[in-house]
């Protein structure tokens, strides 16, 4: 692209992994409860932006700032006397190292831990006021917390000005608002006009008797428009909303941050307003628009503060016509995904080969650390076409560092990766065709039975996954169950999602559909989804397991179609070979070393040639050694 100054993202951020002392902020924020109109008990601080986003930019990273832990799930919330961290199991091992005295890790989903508003009745006294920033809080997080905290004597309001920003601001200085550009995405890579789009959401919303289409979510409203930014790292998103009526789409972001080309491509369908004006041009609106209908479609990603101003109109909160369309790839989309795959595993291939043969010294550390051997990736990547940044901070982890699942090596203090230890490496790109996401674990020296054992173990769970047939309106909550059986035989599993959606250069994680053991996985996968594939195990203190494909459901050939029902499967898009010294053969079956084989010429025909025309041809003769198939004497 010529313009690539619109498309040009910071080099990764390294994140911290120490403690910090968040005391003089706890005690802060503690203060202006008293000042607050009505006094408060309590204040929760939820990880996510006004758009309800996983990844967030700096200036929104408000529970980071008040609690020192800066992974991408979790809650914090301050009572007058307690101060409790609230993350799932990806984190808990990063939660211990960077919460410090003032704050208790409550591990959810782990037997006993308490729940949100069970610790909250523990911690507040009866008639408590516990406050929230409306906007960000969800409407169904929301409605959840006033109807528990009633049942307990106590109430819930939202505050005016947020609490955290204040402390933030009197302490420090707040990172300022991102102010790149926003650029357009064209349809030769999103393969869809925005006209088109937005028709199809009109049909929608006929179709569901609503009045409007209200978008928070950025990912949401960066595919409807068929624009990208650089607002939040890693992320190729801006800060927007949306709202579709059956005779105008307006769009609210900082009109003077349009490129050129973003404004060109929205001239004549899209109405531009300012982004600060959204929430009171609905409470304006919301009179007009309950003569189309007493509804509007929200989505989940509603905040509270969006619901109340659209008042008395009721929120449609099921997935928007957004979410779903976007989840399923059109034939563009599908074939950036698989072209921009085979160039980030040149990248990746690349990285591997060199840390082999730098391991041929003999020597037990290797002169790369888990951050400049995640330089050196970040590095070959950039070198690919259409590349633009990471998809996610490199998880480089050696040893025991593997077994934190969200593992962030910090520059100076973290581990040289050594040729006797696990080596576990989780990363991602974004390209302007697609989005990677990939996890391969290598050992670079001789390793143990039970590393190998433990290993097979996993590989077998992922190649039972990528191996299903499934009818069409099968869940990936449904499938979970078959990338953990063969850890289950041996009492083992791992504490986290077995697969999530990814974008079209756009977010890594996406929704609605997953592969999960949580209910939550429940939407139906179907063609031209692409969806991860990661079980894993991870040894608290010795080394983590995880491998890590990216898939497209297809349509399966079957002998039959029981019920007419249609049958479904994976097809592998990641095509970055498994180290073959880790799998001990015996654990394999006849079925999973033929998938197996057929995976690594998959990956050598694939890559081959651009690791050749590339001039790599020492990257290319450790392809072909990686990818020789196994042989099992019978």
Known sequence: LARTVAIQFPLARRVH?????????????????????????????????????????????????????????????VAQAAAGLFTDGRYFLQAERQLDASWTLIKSGTAGALSETQWLIQNTPAGAVVGVDPLLTSIDKYRTLTAALEE????????????????????????????????????????????????DVRAALQAKGAGALVLSALDEVAWLFNLRGSDVDYNPVFFGYALVTPTEAVLYTHEARLAADALAALAGTVVVRPYDSFVEDLRARASKLSTLSDTVWTGASCSQAVAEALHPLTPIEEHTPICTAKAVKNPIELEGMRQCHIRDAAALCSYFCHLEQA????????????????????????????????????????????????????????????????????????????TTDVTRTIHLGTPTAHEKRT???VLKGHIGLARAVFPTGTSGHQLDILARLPLFSAGLDFRH??????????????????????????????????????????????????????????????????????????????????????????????????????????????????????????????????????????
């Open 359 to 434: 391991a041929k010294s003999g020597q037990t550390e290797l002169a790369l650390d888990e951050v400049t051997g995640a330089d050196f990736l970040e590095a070959a990547r950039r070198k690919q076409a259409n590349f633009v940044s990471l998809s996610f901070p490199t998880i480089s982890g050696v040893g025991p560092n593997g077994a934190i699942i969200h593992y962030r090596p910090t520059a100076g203090k973290c581990s040289r990766i050594r040729a006797d230890q696990m080596y576990l490496c989780d990363s991602g790109a974004q390209y302007r065709d697609g």
């Open 152 to 199: 307990s004597g106590r109430k819930l309001v939202a505050v005016k000005q947020n609490l955290v920003d204040l402390v933030w601001e009197s302490q420090g200085v707040r990172p300022a608002a991102p102010q790149g550009p926003i650029f357009s995405h064209p349809e030769s890579f999103s393969g869809k006009s925005t006209a088109s789009k937005i028709a």
């Open 497 to 634: 999602g077995t697969g999530h959606g990814v974008g079209s250069f756009l977010n890594v994680h996406e929704g609605p559909h997953g592969i999960s053991k949580r209910a939550a996985a429940s939407y139906p996968l179907a063609p031209g989804m692409i969806v991860t594939n990661e079980p894993g195990y991870y040894e608290d203190g010795n080394f983590g397991i995880r491998i890590e494909n990216v898939m497209e459901v297809i349509h399966a050939n079957t002998e039959f179609n029981f019920d007419n029902a249609g049958y479904l499967t994976f097809d592998a898009v990641t095509v970055v070979p498994m180290q073959r010294k880790l799998i001990d053969t015996t654990l394999l079956n006849h079925e999973e070393i033929a998938w197996l084989n057929d995976y690594h010429k998959k990956c050598l025909t694939s890559v081959g040639p651009v690791l050749l025309a590339q001039g790599a041809a020492d990257v290319y003769a450790w392809l072909q050694a990686s990818t020789e198939p196994i042989v099992v004497a019978h």
């Open 455 to 457: 290993f097979t173990l």
């Open 17 to 77: 992994m120490e403690t910090i002392n968040t005391t003089p902020r706890v005690n802060a924020l503690r203060e202006l409860f008293k000042k607050n109109t009505p006094p408060l008990s309590a204040f929760i601080v939820p990880a996510c932006d006004a758009h309800q986003s996983e990844y967030i930019a700096e200036q929104d990273q408000r529970r980071t700032f008040i609690s020192g832990f800066d992974g991408s799930a979790g809650t914090a919330i």
